[in-house]
């Protein structure tokens, strides 16, 4: 069906053309402002770009709705741009900002292992405030496709899939970048409800997204892995031996210098 076709309907419009029958039908300029108080509800900060993009209308259209509702609308600066959210939510996501500044004592991480097209990524057309660059196509994949994310502290840190194998559950997170212990933590946590909830025992492997262990291992086609149990330390000595043994790593000189190098990218070391 042609967009402006279910879009009338969407919003309710009694043109009379048979896309919105009944005595219900609102006016298109009430069920406008209704769908973008939802939108926003759910999904501020937000700009009029983000809500053209999710309803499918033009942004001169979601602007002029703006505009109507101007009286129960509050702009904020999100990463120095603009955006909109509703007067009424407005306190409660100054209390969340000040959670999040430095030096602030706050609950702790958030870690969550989210679902495919999970409605966190499908809200806003600035895909830029969750991911980065590099990894966008590994969670906005061809022919639409969204991969499972995990989310910590609001940015996609990783995607992870599921597969069942015998009578239990492998979860594997691909990392794109590097957790501390307590996140660490989190997605063991997470993995072990998700678990619960499937009712079988889970098994959590972890993998780094190539791309960010430097153009060397991509050539390679590599990847450094570790198990749930097998975890490195924050700091690993003697050149990262230990993370040879740990990982069985082939003794060759140059998978020795490859382990080095991912060890240097995610844990610093000299």
Known sequence: MHRDRWLHGLLGSATGDGDAKGSDAAPAEDAGAFLMRRYLRSYGPATWRDFASWTGMKVSDTACIGGRLAGDLAEVSVEGQPAWVLRENLEAIRQTA???????????????????FDPFLLGHADKSRFVDDDYYKRVFRKAG??????????????????????????????????LSSDERDLVAA?????????????????????????????????????????????????????????????????????????????????
């Open 98 to 116: 000040a959670l999040s500044a430095p030096g602030a004592l706050t609950p702790g991480p958030s870690v969550r292992l989210l679902p495919s």
């Open 145 to 178: 496709w969204l991969s499972p994310v995990l989310p910590v502290n609001g940015r996609i840190a990783g995607v992870w899939a599921l597969k069942r194998k015998g009578r239990k559950l492998v979860i594997t997170v691909e990392l794109f970048g590097v």
């Open 190 to 270: 997470e993995a072990d409800n998700l678990g619960r909830f499937l009712g079988m025992p889970t098994q959590l492997r972890i993998v780094w997204a190539t791309a960010m262990l430097g153009r060397r291992t991509q050539r390679r086609g590599l990847q450094c892995e570790s198990h749930r149990v097998e975890m490195v330390p924050p700091r690993v000595n003697e050149n990262a031996a230990p993370y040879l043994q740990t990982h069985s790593w082939q003794q060759s000189s140059g998978y020795r210098a490859l382990a080095t190098e991912c060890c240097t990218t995610l844990y610093g070391l000299p």
